[in-house]
T-cell receptor, first 114, second 113 residues
């Protein structure tokens, strides 16, 4: 079966510290992968998406970066966190050309920058 | 871009049918309409998807008029556990459209006993 793993579930980090959130997908190959951020009480903002290894598209200029070192691994990073980076981060995948079922989301990471 | 417009919030009672309407005037020929449900501190979950007319599954029904400029998610006999945020998305899930699929603020549905 196809599953998506995202960790950690919660994270509290001081301002200026680095960040690394990891997302892995199982049971599928060549997925399109996405990172979203959701501020409290708000909708989802697309941050990055990737259609293949090493291929990253950024949607919003920010303090974050993404990498895809392997087909089913997507990493969200920051060198120095800002208070405004706090939020709920969600990884998602969709498989190119396969049906129209859209996104499957991970369980999310609640990041609080203090 | 196929932008969507939904009510910010809705209230209903257990056992009632709830209809949430989404407007998407700029929907493109290849676009599908997809609804997601999100509980607090969880990722959105796929509910239903359609292209035209009516689609029904074990959870909900989706009504799409002929012009496809709007859609209505219908939840039959809601319960307290249906309290969540519901998002309407319009787009083609092929990779070239990844950046064009926008999550709006959704509709916050509150169900009361």
């Amino acid at each position: 079966s196809q599953t998506i793993h995202q960790w950690p579930a919660t994270l509290v980090q001081p301002v200026g510290s680095p960040l690394s959130l990891e997302c892995t997908v199982e049971g599928t190959s060549n997925p399109n992968l996405y990172w979203y951020r959701q501020a409290a009480g708000r909708g989802l903002q697309l941050l990055f998406y990737s259609v293949g290894i090493g291929q990253i598209s950024s949607e919003v200029p920010q303090n974050l970066s993404a990498s895809r070192p392997q087909d089913r691994q997507f990493i969200l990073s920051s060198k120095k966190l800002l208070l405004s980076d706090s939020g709920f981060y969600l990884c998602a995948w969709s498989v190119l050309g396969q049906g129209r079922n859209g996104y499957t989301f991970g369980s999310g990471t609640r990041l609080t920058v203090v | 871009l196929a932008k969507t417009t939904q009510p910010i919030s809705m209230d209903s009672y257990e056992g009632q049918e709830v209809n949430i309407t989404c407007s998407h005037n700029n929907i493109a020929t290849n676009d599908y309409i997809t609804w997601y449900q999100q509980f607090p501190s969880q990722g959105p979950r796929f509910i239903i998807q359609g292209y035209k007319t009516k689609v029904t599954n074990e959870v909900a029904s989706l009504f799409i008029p002929a012009d496809r400029k709007s859609s209505t998610l219908s939840l039959p006999r809601v319960s307290l556990s249906d309290t969540a945020v519901y998002y309407c998305l319009v787009g083609d899930m092929e990779y070239s459209s990844a950046s064009k699929i926008i999550f709006g603020s959704g509709t916050r549905l509150s169900i009361r006993p």
